[in-house]
């Protein structure tokens, strides 16, 4: 059965309010909503990997959109938390700033889901209207509909 974008769409995963000026601080935040039912076996290792990954392949920031990620085996399905701040978070080499944040954590046999994943994401955020909508949502309900609304991408 093909997963779709909404599979992986949870309000509990959720931050529409990251009050931090470093990336390391903002993905502890949203690896922290993973934690809670139990997404990520070993939080602390998890983020150690995206750090490290992010030293060695920065992410980049393309419409202060950042889409930091791991392959790991601390996952058994591919996770999603999202974070959104007003001022931005420093993302990559250049410190060019993510307001829209999306981490996702892969488990290792499931690089080109990933790839479905994050091309399905891509193209919806390049829609101004969609981020325009995510940016001003007052809810994560109304986030969510936002990445919803426009399309059921399905890999």
Same mark, same amino acid.
Do not use: W
């Given at each position: ?19 931090? /000026? ?100 891509? /193209? ?8 325009? /909508? ?22």
């Amino acid at each position: 059965m093909a997963l779709s974008l909404a599979d992986l769409l949870n309000e509990t995963h959720v931050d529409l309010d990251l009050r931090t /000026r470093t990336m390391t601080t903002a993905l502890q935040k949203l690896i922290k909503l993973l934690e809670v039912d139990e997404q990520i076996r070993d939080p602390g290792k998890f983020l150690e990997q995206v750090v490290a990954r992010e030293k060695i392949t920065p992410t980049v920031v393309e419409n202060e959109i950042a889409f930091p990620h791991a392959r790991t085996e601390l996952v058994d399905r591919i996770v999603l938390g999202i974070g959104r701040s007003r001022t931005g978070i420093s993302f990559g080499p250049n410190g060019e700033r993510a307001r829209l944040i999306f981490l996702i954590g892969v488990p290792r046999q499931m690089i080109s889901d990933y790839l479905v994943c994050v091309g399905a994401l891509a /193209r919806l955020l390049k829609d101004a209207e969609v981020r325009q /909508r995510l940016l001003y949502a007052e809810t994560p309900k109304e986030f969510l509909n936002a990445l919803r609304a426009p399309q059921e991408d399905r890999f």
